[in-house]
T-cell receptor, first 115, second 112 residues
Framework: GAVVSQHPSRVICKSGTSVKIECRSL??????MFWYRQFPKKSLMLMAT???????TYEQGVEKDKFLINHASLTLSTLTVTSAHPEDSSFYIC????WGEGGYTFGSGTRLTVV | AQSVTQPDIHITVSEGASLELRCNYS??????LFWYVQSPGQGLQLLLK??????LVQGIKGFEAEFKRSQSSFNLRKPSVHWSDAAEYFC??????????FGAGTRLFVKA
């Protein structure tokens, strides 16, 4: 089945620095990937839709200048949290949909802690 | 607007007992329906999905779900729960576009 690899699984960074999270589709091409954020004991909130070769589409309330998304190839999307602050600490998950298949395959998630 | 409701924040069942997790959605037509499971600190794994056809859907790990149009429900069931089933379960809805809406999740606890 489709596999999505997300890296790193955990990262701790200092306030003011930037962190890049990678999401790769390993055995299929994904023209569209999705980035979610999950707060403790909460459901997943869609942050943005990442489109290969074009700008990402951000959900209302998500700062596009803080959460930079790049989808440079059919198998890789990256989320960069810029000038991170403690309130950005969260669990970030990416997903992709393989054409012809139902459902969305999720990465294993990245636990970001900003100190 | 579309919405997904999982009425139970958490459920505790004994190992070997049956399980039913509830999910209701709000949408004018029949959406695509999914159940995902998330173990602590992990990503989401697809358990099963419904697009059309037979309203009783079989998934992985012995789970099944039944779509009931009249009740706008898609409840997840398992006849005999194992301790390893303890996790967070999310019901999700996709209305044909790219956006998938998730329910708030139900935390399953399994007691020996």
């Amino acid at each position: 089945g489709a596999v999505v690899s997300q890296h790193p699984s955990r990262v701790i960074c200092k306030s003011g620095t930037s962190v890049k999270i990678e999401c790769r589709s390993l055995d299929f091409q994904a023209t569209t990937m999705f980035w979610y954020r999950q707060f403790p004991k909460k459901s997943l909130m869609l942050m943005a839709t990442s489109n290969e070769g074009s700008k990402a589409t951000y959900e209302q309330g998500v700062e596009k200048d803080k959460f930079l998304i790049n989808h440079a190839s059919l198998t890789l999307s990256t989320l960069t949290v810029t000038s991170a602050h403690p309130e950005d600490s969260s669990f970030y998950i990416c997903s992709a949909r393989e054409w012809g298949e139902g459902g969305y395959t999720f990465g294993s998630g990245t636990r970001l802690t900003v100190v | 607007a579309q919405s997904v409701t999982q009425p139970d924040i958490h459920i505790t069942v004994s190992e070997g007992a049956s399980l039913e997790l509830r999910c209701n959605y709000s949408y004018g037509a029949t959406p695509y329906l999914f159940w995902y499971v998330q173990s602590p600190g992990q990503g989401l794994q697809l358990l099963l999905k419904y697009f059309s056809g037979d309203t009783l859907v079989q998934g992985i790990k012995g789970f099944e779900a039944e779509f009931k149009r009249s009740q706008s429900s898609f409840n997840l069931r398992k006849p005999s729960v194992h301790w390893s089933d303890a996790a967070e379960y999310f019901c999700a809805v996709n209305t044909g576009g790219f956006k998938t809406i998730f329910g708030a999740g139900t935390r399953l606890f399994v007691k020996a």
